[in-house]
T-cell receptor, first 123, second 111 residues
Framework: EVQLLESGGGLVQPGGSLRLSCVAS????????MSWVRQAPGKGLEWVSG????????YNADSVKGRFTISRDNAKNTLYLQMNSLRAEDTAVYYC?????WGSGSYVGLDVWGQGTTVAVSS | QSVLTQAPSASGTPGQRVTISCSGS????????VYWYQQLPGTAPKLLIY???QRPSGVPDRFSGFKSGTSASLAISGLRSEDEADYYC????????????FGGGTKLTVL
């Protein structure tokens, strides 16, 4: 069964840091681009970051550029999101998601999602 | 506000056909594929339509996607109570708004 399991969320003060992890199983992780998508309380979906299967191509939303870094360890089937300089507006449920496209990736078509991990930024 | 525009709500009765619209621009819908997601209350989003009109395995053929110019729509026929959910469109955006943009979502109520 194809699965994604996020962890690492929690309560952090403004300006603080947090690292999210997403462990994948049931598919050849290195063959697929992966993305992080977030959803603030009561709000819609916002795409955050995407990373190619080999880790050589990265995309980030303007709202997180310079603060968030996406990375992966294909030997461990794990995707990461390092979040620095956190702000109140970063409060959200963060989902990791697998791309539909084998290889280069679409970053828009996400066919497997984790259950999400909650990040709360507050003093 | 979102780069892709969706009506915040829609409704229909069981058995009815409803359409959810998504409006964009030449930099997103006009030049790239459109994707649709369904999010049931308290759950993660689910891919419903990819590449404008393709259904992933397991998605009923009651769900159909259409694209014309800089707009797209999702049609649900034979509406069921379990279709009550939030629906989001998404696309790649070639402008500074990108790279990936979502609509604000449409909450579908089955009356």
């Amino acid at each position: 069964e194809v699965q994604l399991l996020e962890s690492g969320g929690g309560l952090v003060q403004p300006g603080g840091s947090l690292r999210l992890s997403c462990v994948a199983s049931g598919f050849t992780f290195s063959n697929y681009a992966m993305s992080w998508v977030r959803q603030a309380p009561g709000k819609g979906l916002e795409w955050v970051s995407g990373l190619s299967g080999g880790g050589g191509t990265t995309y980030n939303a303007d709202s997180v550029k310079g603060r968030f870094t996406i990375s992966r360890d294909n030997a461990k089937n794990t995707l990461y999101l390092q979040m620095n300089s956190l702000r109140a507006e970063d409060t959200a449920v963060y989902y990791c998601a697998k791309d539909t496209d084998w290889g280069s990736g679409s970053y828009v078509g996400l066919d497997v999602w984790g259950q999400g991990t909650t990040v709360a930024v507050s003093s | 506000q979102s780069v892709l525009t969706q009506a915040p709500s829609a409704s229909g009765t069981p058995g009815q056909r409803v359409t959810i619209s998504c409006s964009g621009s030449s930099s997103n819908i006009g030049s790239n594929y459109v994707y649709w997601y369904q999010q049931l209350p308290g759950t993660a989003p689910k891919l419903l339509i990819y590449r404008n009109n393709q259904r992933p395995s397991g998605v009923p053929d009651r769900f159909s996607g259409f694209k014309s110019g800089t707009s797209a729509s999702l049609a649900i026929s034979g509406l069921r109570s379990e279709d009550e959910a939030d629906y989001y469109c998404a696309a790649w955006d070639d402008s500074l708004s990108g790279p990936v943009v979502f609509g604000g979502g449409t909450k579908l109520t089955v009356l």
